[in-house]
């Protein structure tokens, strides 16, 4: 059997490969993707300027996509599509894009003559930014929260199609006063005056985290007396409340265990020389203090619109934390102890955290879970 070289092979499939590429312009025209065709066959000839499927098409193909895209665009115009505008650019940046490719190709501009769409695409750009600044103007006009947002998002849109466009600026800025919501944290009180100073930390902590949060950009979240200091209307209420609460709770369990061990203590041989070894039972008596410290307790919070009395949303959320200090002595063999009990032998009785930071502690999973539930209210307003 005859070996064929390996390097002809090779040859051979670069070949086959460089064919396909070569079609692959035809291919897509074939296929009525013009605008897709036009940029192949540029590709082809800023490479190869004498590419015969490239010179036999690309004319063609630069007609028919001019054709297609300036179909699309009277269809557009003919719609009541109110932002129709936007769409009609996007059409013209498509042709300005073949355009642009064909002068980047000395032999593609000899087949073709493209059309600049920079006016088109500009007047298209205009008339965009009006469309988007006058449904801005509407929704403003409305006078609702809601359409005041609205407006925010269409005078944004008009700025980015064209910068500086009329006063959308200064309308946008309107608008964002308009649709903010102000939400006031009212002052949470606790029955225990000795725990205000934390319960007043721990709103302070919620605020900071809200107002840092970005949760929403048009909610805004205040400290009742900074409110009322700046003359801020507050739109919504949020009313909390530790309720049924209890620090420092505690239960003291002591615990007498009996433990033993078999431990060898000698090795002996019999008379064939055979080794056996010899076990001794050791024994401890274990005495064990578990002490547990249970704090835990309720907070009610509540929304409240400002302008009806209207509940928005009402919850309960529980929190607890359990300190627990153990320690042990024992009587009898030491070596009766398992690594374990060990680990309880030598300690001491130690006072719980103070009340204060029981109360911190009880508080951090009502936090979290506060925290998590207004960030999922206040993310999506109606």
């Known amino acids: 059997m005859r070996t064929i070289p390996f390097r002809p092979i090779l040859c051979i499939a670069v070949l086959l490969v460089f064919l396909a590429g070569c079609k692959s312009g035809e291919k897509l025209f074939n296929k009525g993707r013009y605008h897709a065709a036009v940029l192949t066959f540029v590709k082809k000839l800023q490479k190869r300027p004498n590419d015969d499927a490239a010179n036999r098409l690309l004319s063609q193909a630069y007609e028919h996509a001019a054709q297609e895209s300036e179909s699309k665009v009277s269809d557009l115009l003919r719609s009541n599509n109110q932002f129709k505008w936007e769409a009609v650019r996007n059409e013209y940046n498509s042709m300005q894009a073949l355009y642009q490719a064909i002068h980047s190709s000395p032999a593609a501009l000899k087949l073709v003559q493209p059309k600049d769409y920079r006016n088109a695409i500009t007047g298209a750009q205009e008339n965009a930014a009006e469309a988007r600044y006058s449904a801005g103007v509407t929704l403003l006009r409305q006078g609702d929260k809601n359409s005041a947002r609205q407006a925010f998002d269409e005078f944004s849109n008009a700025l980015k199609l064209v910068s500086n466009y009329k006063d959308a600026a200064q309308l946008r ?210």
């Open 173 to 382: 800025d309107q608008a964002y006063e308009r649709g903010v919501v102000n939400v006031m944290l009212s002052k949470l009180e606790v029955r225990s005056p000795y725990y205000q100073f934390t319960a007043n930390q721990f709103r302070d902590y919620l605020i900071r985290e809200l107002q840092q949060g970005q949760v929403n950009r048009f909610v805004q979240f205040y400290d009742e007396e900074d409110a009322r200091q700046d003359n801020i209307r507050p739109d919504e209420f949020i009313d909390m409340n530790f309720f049924d609460f209890v620090i420092g709770e505690t239960y003291v369990d002591r615990l007498q265990k009996e433990v033993s061990k078999d431990i060898p203590v000698k090795t002996v041989k019999d008379t064939t020389g055979k080794e056996t070894i010899i076990y001794q039972t050791v024994k401890a008596t274990l005495f064990i203090t578990t002490k547990t410290v249970v704090s835990k307790g309720l907070l009610d919070y509540q929304i409240t619109d400002a302008n009806n009395g209207k509940v928005l949303r009402a919850d309960r959320i529980p929190g607890s934390y359990t300190w627990r200090n153990q320690f042990g002595t024992y009587k009898g063999d030491e070596r009766a102890l398992s690594d374990e009990d060990k680990k309880l032998m030598g300690g001491r009785d130690i006072p719980p955290p103070p009340p204060a930071d029981l109360f911190i502690a009880f508080t951090q999973p009502i936090y979290a879970n506060l925290l998590r539930d207004l960030q999922s209210f206040y993310t999506s307003l109606p």
